[in-house]
């Protein structure tokens, strides 16, 4: 299937749990609540039509300004199709609260590291993640991320403006 | 060929020869500085230049008596060579503590200098290897040539050899 064909199987198969969709840069890509994010996920990895084996790239966004939180993005492949998705989530955050979302580590293997550096850069809680550790920063970060906008600490110096 | 072809006007005019008469001072810093032997352990590029491409036959670091040991125990020498995280800051603050004094350091680089490129906007890099370890020769450079870290070498030795004994009992004590 194209994008087109893709999206269009996709849209019309599950239609109650996708709250927005198009082509962005010839990928098709999707927008799903919150609370369906792990459910959407199992049924996009066992549909024959689809059959997302594999993820690509998966990170956050910090809209907090913005849309008023953090957007989680997943592309995933699939091997035997050799079609790609964009996932996207909103999780509403305000301030430097942590929002929570269940972990997709049990549907894809691959997602468990991503899941965790994620977690540390921005604070986000994957609720089940069976090893929620620090992947790439020390031990000693505790309740700072540092890719969440506006962040300044340990010996962080920003560039002067020329 | 240096010291080795001034090396029959030192020696005493006894019968049998090979008498030599010196400081014991001069002795120690020659034979120390003749020996420096580094731990092999690189962080970025920079130890593809510094430890692989000076310690290969081309630039050869063996000429300086200069032998890679894997363990930090029987090194005298650490080469901080790249980019140096917060992460592993307290790692290489370990290697330093396992390695028997006297224990030299040499920084290799913009980055182990004052963070490189990643001085500002960065989370992660340590702003320069002199905040958690003493630096004896620091290297410029992005990655520096063969050439500038045996010339840091050199001056590693000339620093050796200019050490007081009396200076290296008080640091013992």
């Given amino acids: ?17 996708i709250i927005d969709s198009g082509i962005v840069g010839g990928v098709a890509t999707i927008e799903v609540k919150p609370g369906d994010w792990e459910s959407i996920a199992e049924y996009l990895k066992g549909d024959m039509e689809t059959r997302f084996l594999s993820v690509s790239n998966y990170g956050a966004v910090d809209y907090r300004e913005k849309l ?11 091997y035997e199709f050799n079609h790609k998705l964009t996932m996207k989530t909103l999780l509403p955050a305000e301030g430097e609260e942590c929002p929570e979302i269940k972990t997709l ?9 991503f899941e965790r550096e994620t977690a540390e850069l921005f604070g986000i809680v994957f609720v089940g993640h069976p090893d929620p550790r620090h992947l790439m920063l020390d031990e000693d970060w505790d309740g700072e991320y540092p890719m969440r906008r506006g962040w300044s600490g340990r010996d962080f110096i920003t560039k002067p403006d020329k | 060929m240096g010291i080795i072809s001034k090396l029959p006007a030192y020696v005493e005019r006894v019968p049998g020869g090979g008498i030599m008469t010196t400081s014991a001072e ?27 491409a000076t310690g290969a036959s081309r630039y050869d670091f063996d000429r300086f008596g200069m032998i890679f040991r894997a363990s930090p125990r029987q090194a005298d020498l650490m080469i901080v060579a790249g980019t140096l ?39 992660s890099v340590l702003k320069g290897v002199d905040k958690i370890i003493p630096v004896d020769v620091y290297i410029p ?9 045996l010339e840091a070498c050199l001056k590693l ?9 009396a200076d290296w009992a008080a640091s013992t004590d």
């Fill in chain 1, 68 to 78: 008023g939180g953090y957007q989680l993005v997943i592309t995933l492949f699939s």
């Fill in chain 2, 85 to 123: 995280t917060h992460k592993m800051a307290k790692r290489v603050k370990i290697l330093y503590d396992q390695m028997a004094e006297p224990k030299y350091v040499i920084s290799m680089g913009g980055c182990a200098n004052r963070g490189g490129p990643f001085y500002y906007d960065s989370y």
């Fill in chain 2, 157 to 165: 030795q000339d620093k050796i050899k200019k050490e007081k004994l």
């Fill in chain 2, 141 to 149: 450079g992005c990655p520096p040539r063969p050439e500038s870290v």
């Fill in chain 1, 1 to 17: 299937m194209d994008s087109e064909g893709l999206l269009k199987y996709i849209t019309e198969e599950y239609k109650d749990k």
């Fill in chain 2, 26 to 52: 001069k002795f120690l810093n020659w034979s120390r500085a003749s020996s420096i032997w580094y731990m092999l352990f690189g962080l970025a590029c920079c130890a593809i230049e510094g430890l692989m």
């Fill in chain 1, 105 to 113: 580590s049990a549907v894809w293997p691959v997602a468990d590291w």
